[in-house]
Nanobody
């Protein structure tokens, strides 16, 4: 079974940057895209960004457009989330996930494997 290992979370001041990484233990035929989600205390899980492995097609939630960049390194089976101009409202646990699909990637139900999460804290 594919496993995901996330890293890169931490504490940063508002306006700062962090880069999250998510490494998949292997590529399989059921792994066509990867997404990042986040969940803040007392809030529902929220889609952040996704990227397809083959074409690198990206998709972002409006609130992070222009600030976050998702990218992938196919050779390393790793996806990155570069987060710039961080705001206190970006603070959450960030999860990466694998999807067998290349559409509908804004929905959590499109993903079948999830990482353990990494905490992002933004101080004001």
């Amino acid at each position: 079974q594919v496993q995901l290992v996330e890293s890169g979370g931490g504490l940063v001041q508002a306006g700062g940057s962090l880069r999250l990484s998510c490494a998949a233990s292997e590529r399989t035929v059921s792994n066509n895209a990867m997404g990042w989600f986040r969940q803040a205390p007392g809030k529902e899980r929220e889609f952040v960004a996704s990227v397809t492995w083959s074409r690198g097609t990206t998709y972002y939630v409006d609130s992070v457009k222009g600030r976050f960049t998702i990218s992938r390194d196919n050779a390393k089976n790793t996806v990155y989330l570069q987060m710039n101009s961080l705001k206190p409202e970006d603070a959450a646990i960030y999860y990466c996930a694998l999807s067998p699909f290349t559409i509908g990637l804004g929905e959590g139900s499109s993903y079948h494997t999830w990482g353990q999460g990494t905490q992002v804290t933004v101080s004001s």
